[in-house]
């Protein structure tokens, strides 16, 4: 178990409604590359390294990732809350907003939904730790 603060390390304090904004981040939420993949790879690479320190920081990295993705929806929420039906139709978030109102659900920018092929994880540390890598060299 992890002790949790309950505020963002780097707060988030959007003023301006901006749905077009909020499809594109969505894919850091769940997008293959994105915050909630990359948790859930780290989280799950630390049990079969064989070398604990490794394994730790595998640990560290998984969480500081959870708070990524926590960032993230923040982002999220604050581009997309007080929207009119307007501006919802207007920016095309309209196909989102069908299925999922304004509540955060984890996808790509493209609408494919976040699902366990997003990472992958071998048991071979120089597999999983490339993989890694190559996950986390993608930026928005």
């Keep these: 178990m992890w002790n949790y603060e309950k505020r963002l390390e780097y707060p988030v304090n959007i003023s301006t409604p901006n749905p077009k904004i909020a499809q594109v981040i969505l894919s850091q939420f769940g997008g293959p590359d994105g915050e909630l993949a990359a948790s859930m790879r780290y989280l799950s690479q630390r049990y079969?390294?064989?070398?604990?320190?490794?394994a730790g920081l595998l640990t560290d990295i998984g969480t500081e990732e959870l708070a990524h993705m926590e960032m993230i929806c923040a982002i999220v929420h604050q581009l997309t809350r007080n929207l009119t039906p307007e501006e919802i139709?207007?920016?095309g978030f309209d196909k989102y907003y069908v299925d999922h109102t304004l509540a955060l659900w984890p996808q790509a920018a493209g609408g494919i939904p976040f699902n366990a092929c997003e990472f992958q994880s071998k048991g071979d540390p120089i597999t999983d730790l490339t993989e890694d890598m190559a996950a986390d060299?993608?930026?928005l």
Aim: overall charge positive; proline content about 8%.
């Design 48 to 54: 079969t390294m064989p070398y604990r320190n490794v």
């Design 89 to 91: 139709k207007a920016s």
């Design 137 to 139: 060299g993608t930026i």
